[in-house]
């Protein structure tokens, strides 16, 4: 898979492309990541990107005559121009079942805002899929395109070592529902002990017992998923 960044702070994510299961799945070659300065289409001598809103009002906007160019010139590298996701508040909201269309893809083009956002005319010209990680406004669209990537990538075959996680995972599979309590070692910490039943080695009961408690788990914290 194929993920374009078209940004004006690449510098941002020079520490997240540097670690862990993103760092491997690049290096592995499963996933390719290019990241793009959308200050470099500027075109006058200061490289602005930005101006003031007509009608007044605070803050800059994102120019259409930089961001389109730049937008256009990324998507014409590689046979396919790759499906082109605005990162902005007003958006449909991500959740898993996006995320299982976004992994889909072959190429994903990710645009991310600053300032007050962008001139409308660059949403009425590239048509993109605007999507939203939360009805909160952040300071730019960087850290909501990690947030895809980063859920993206876990659906991408072979990028998690054990496939069968993303298949359990809350909000994943037909039945979307919360996955189950984990534990780990030490069997008891401060009196809190483990379920007998994940020591016991029956794999069905074990299985069911997870059923259980996913069920339960999600009636209680999240009934709107049953
Ligand atoms: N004035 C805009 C509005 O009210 O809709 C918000 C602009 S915000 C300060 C700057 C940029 O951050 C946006 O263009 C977008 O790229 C990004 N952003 C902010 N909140 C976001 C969210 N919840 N989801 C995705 N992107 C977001």
């Known amino acids: 898979m194929r993920l374009d960044v078209l940004t004006l702070f690449p510098e941002m994510f020079a520490g997240y492309l540097g670690g862990s299961l993103l760092k491997r799945a690049i290096e592995r070659g499963l996933v390719e990541v290019r990241l793009y300065n959308i200050r470099d289409w500027a075109t006058d001598k200061h490289k602005t990107v930005d101006d003031r809103p007509f009608g007044g009002g605070p803050g800059m906007v994102l120019k259409v ?24 508040p007003q958006g449909r909201r991500l959740d898993q079942a ?3 269309q976004l992994a889909a893809r072959e190429r994903i ?29 952040l300071n730019g669209g960087e850290v909501a395109a ?42 008891v910490y401060r009196e809190l002990e483990v379920p007998p039943v994940l020591l016991g080695g029956n794999h069905e009961e074990i299985a069911c017992w997870r059923q259980q408690n996913s069920k339960r788990r999600t009636r209680l914290r999240r009934a709107d998923l049953l």
Not at 65 to 88: F, I, K, N, S, W
Not at 149 to 178: H, T
Request: net charge negative.
């Open 146 to 187: 990690m947030a895809i990537i980063d859920a993206v990538i876990r659906l991408v075959p072979d990028v998690l070592g054990d496939a069968q996680s993303s298949q359990v995972d809350s909000f994943s599979g037909g039945q979307p529902r919360l996955e189950f309590a984990q534990y780990t070692r030490p069997r």
């Open 65 to 88: 005559d930089t961001v389109v160019p730049c937008v256009e010139e990324v998507r014409r590298q590689g046979a396919d121009p790759g499906h082109l996701v605005m990162l902005t």
């Open 109 to 137: 083009v990710l645009l991310c805002g600053r300032y007050e956002g962008f001139d409308e005319r660059i949403r009425l010209l590239l048509e993109p899929d605007e999507i939203s990680i939360g009805d909160f406004v």
């Open 98 to 100: 996006v995320v299982e």
